[in-house]
DNA sequence: TGACCTGAC
């Protein structure tokens, strides 16, 4: 099993904090980690001690000694790229700075985040720093709560929350400093963020309004990259608290990566003193459940004299409540062993882990423009994220890293991640783009460009919804775009939406597409499988999964919605309240613009008749061997096993998404009439005829 | 016939 190894060599990292480096001399990332920081609190964050605590904390984090030199290069720059390690206190930090200095004070500060929790936090440790009320100088925006006021002039947001504001307002013009933190996590945000606040500073310069300053924040990764887009700006580097962390690789190749993290889990827990902890990434929900069961069952027979231990799957499906066992310390004399997902990579952040089980990996979404196809694979995981991995072991303390992958195998990992925004599906981000008024979105200036195969794909995505239309050879869209670009969702599901009026059932779809648009609200325990599919039963309906997931809404809201009733029923309560936000999101934006709001009540019908015409492009047919084909490239399809249509065999069937795994499957079914899709598109599907005579 | 990495508007 994994040994030897040992220590990584010295980091060779610049010294002086906020010294600009020149092109080319990227730090390389080599020792990791990280202080107890202000930042990324999922665990309920305490509130800080007394406001003189705050200056002196303020005061004593690395950034401070820097503060002069770093107001004085930001004060003169219209782009920077600022690379902080954990705890070096630049998000805390920097946009009071700006503040203090009168930089940007005619605007509004944004700080960015890619995820809701984070923003939420920063901003509330950040008005306290500055002994204000939160909401008045200090603020955030994200979906369903905007905690802003007139007097804000630091603005924490989401990137998407951003992006969404700049559809009204592209120039972005009340701010003056626009902040993209955790710019390396290359969320697809923030990859089109990149190029929309780079867009609105050139225009801002041409139009001769006041300026908008850029700056990037990141860890040590990407600099070159960042800094090139940016016009060649500056990068600064700023140092941070750092535990140093000892990295071992395994001696040899291993073929079974689970059976490895099994030994090495149980090597680590008899040799080490607890309560030092273990964190190991896993790949998937059904992985971890077993691999808990099975560390669980040895656990019972350690021998004497070996401390005990507690063993907790983490996931992101996982039921809030215990996702947050995971930050209870363990009692005394027991171990704590969390098995995770790469939830815990970024999202989750574990306190008292000594020990990081690195598998090396990760089950990710790839995205094949030529077949439309989504494909889930356990893949191997890049060195950014294995250091990311490695970084989970150090936060408080000097920690160890376990690689079950040998050193040659790790050179041999791809660099860097590959930023979301070639891997996914684009239709969003061009409707998106095109709401924007960019002025030609396949040329569209991203810093990492998607296959020109991908951006045509996507476009006429757009033009089979009827989205977009040519006009004088340039793309723009038709009315019916620009009220789709008004939904937070994916175009499809924004037009399915824009079709229920025809069919007098708005309320119903905007159920449904509420349902579809957030996680599952269905929890499915392996272990608990028949007593699931018991309570189920009621809610089914045998015209599918859309119909079945209406019922189960409707059930929720009978009851008016209360926790016992989801933990009895296996509904995920905390995704079935989002569900009532985001409908209630959605209805406002649907009155917003004149939306007439019927209910077809009882007739599910109307319902499965708006759902084929404006999924008619997801269909697929029973084929006389009884397998399935999708009806526009006769592509081999099954139905996914958690479908409630699993073991029927409907004739025609619309679906919301195609997911190869093992199979390539339709994932949440309807049950259509094959006459219903070609009065949708006669002209769509008579062009695939031909197609297919050819 | 047998299974769903992670965020976000």
Same mark, same amino acid.
């Given at each position: ?23 080319? #001399?990227?730090?390389?990332? *080599? ?18 001690? #007394? ?79 500055? =002994? ?64 929309? @606040? ?89 992985? $971890? ?76 979404? =790839? ?42 195998? &790790? ?9 979301? $925004?070639?891997?996914?599906?684009? *239709? ?6 095109? *709401? ?55 175009? /499809? ?41 018991? @309570? ?30 989801? /933990? ?74 958690? #479908? ?40 769509? &599907?008579?062009? /695939? ?6």
């Amino acid at each position: 099993m994994p040994q030897g190894g040992g220590p990584l060599p010295p980091p060779k990292r610049p010294k002086l904090a906020s010294a600009t480096a020149p092109l080319g #001399s990227a730090p390389r990332r *080599a020792m990791l980690l990280a202080a107890p920081g202000p930042k990324r609190h999922t665990a309920p964050a305490s509130s800080a001690g #007394s406001s003189s605590g705050l200056d002196s904390q303020r005061r004593s984090l690395p950034i401070f000694q820097a503060r002069g030199t770093l107001l004085g290069q930001l004060r003169s720059l219209d782009c920077a790229v600022l690379i902080g390690e954990t705890g070096s206190g630049k998000t805390t930090q920097i946009p009071q700075y700006l503040y203090e200095g009168g930089i940007g004070r005619q605007g509004i500060v944004a700080v960015t985040q890619p995820r809701r929790v984070a923003a939420i936090s920063l901003a509330t440790r950040v008005s306290d720093e500055k =002994k204000t009320e939160l909401g008045k100088l200090v603020g955030y925006t994200v979906r369903f709560e905007d905690l802003t006021s007139e007097e804000t002039k630091i603005k924490f947001l989401t990137d998407g929350m951003l992006l969404r504001e700049a559809i009204g307002d592209p120039l972005m013009a009340k701010y003056s400093v626009v902040i993209l933190d955790e710019a390396h996590e290359r969320t697809i945000h923030t990859d089109v963020l990149f190029g929309v @606040v780079k867009a609105a500073q050139k225009r801002r310069k041409e139009l001769g309004k006041s300026p908008l300053k850029i700056i990037i924040m990141s860890a040590t990764m990407d600099v070159d990259l960042f800094s090139q887009y940016f016009n060649g700006a500056p990068v600064l580097y700023l140092e941070g608290r750092q535990h140093p962390i000892q990295i071992f690789y395994a001696k040899q190749s291993q073929s079974d990566y689970l059976q490895a993290a099994l030994v090495t889990v149980f090597q680590i827990h008899q040799e080490a003193p607890p309560p030092q902890d273990i964190l190991v990434f896993l790949t998937g929900q059904e992985e $971890i459940e077993a691999m808990t069961k099975t560390c669980r069952d040895i656990a019972k027979h350690l021998p004497d004299g070996c401390p005990q231990m507690v063993v907790m799957p983490l996931y992101a499906s996982l039921p809030y409540s215990q996702q947050l066992r995971v930050f209870q310390t363990a009692p005394k004399g027991y171990r704590k062993v969390v098995l995770s997902t790469n939830i815990a990579e970024t999202s989750i952040t574990i306190a008292g882990i000594k020990y990081v089980v690195d598998t090396g990996m990760v089950k990710a979404k =790839k995205y094949s423009p030529e077949s439309g196809l989504e494909v889930l694979a356990v893949q191997r995981v890049s060195k950014a994220q294995a250091w990311q991995r490695a970084g989970r072991a150090g936060r408080e303390d000097s920690g160890l890293c376990y690689r079950l992958y040998t050193e040659d195998e &790790f050179e041999k990992f791809d660099k860097m991640t590959i930023p979301e $925004i070639q891997r996914c599906n684009l *239709a969003g981000v061009m409707l998106h783009l095109l *709401a924007l008024r960019i002025p030609n979105v396949l040329t569209f200036d991203f810093m990492s460009k998607p296959s020109p195969e991908a951006l045509q794909a996507a476009v006429e995505q757009l033009a089979l919804l009827g989205a977009v239309e040519r006009k004088d050879d340039q793309l723009i869209l038709t009315p019916l775009g620009r009220k789709m670009a008004a939904f937070p969702l994916e175009p /499809k599901f924004s037009k399915t939406i824009l079709m229920a009026p025809k069919f007098h059932c708005t309320e119903e779809i905007l159920t449904i597409v509420s349902l579809l648009s957030v996680d599952s609200v269905l929890y499915n325990p392996p272990s608990r499988r028949d007593e699931v599919q018991a @309570v189920r039963k009621k809610f089914i309906s045998s015209e599918g999964d859309h119909i079945t997931l209406l019922n189960i809404y409707r059930a929720f809201k009978n009851i008016s919605g209360n926790r016992e009733w989801c /933990k009895e029923n296996f509904v995920n309560s905390r995704n079935m309240m989002l569900v009532s936000d985001v409908r209630a999101q959605l209805r406002d934006i649907c009155i917003k613009l004149s939306i007439p709001l019927e209910s077809s009540r009882s007739d599910t019908g109307n319902i499965r008749r708006c759902l084929a015409h404006s999924l008619f492009m997801n269909t697929a047919e029973l084929q006389a061997d009884g397998t399935y084909a999708t009806t526009d490239t006769h592509q081999l399809v099954a139905i996914h096993p958690s #479908s409630v249509l699993f073991h029927c065999k409907p004739a025609c069937v619309t679906y919301n998404e195609l997911l190869h795994t093992n199979k390539c499957y339709m994932r949440d079914l309807c049950v259509v009439d094959a006459d219903w899709l070609y009065d949708a598109a006669p002209e769509y &599907f008579r062009r /695939k005829l031909r197609a297919a005579k050819n």
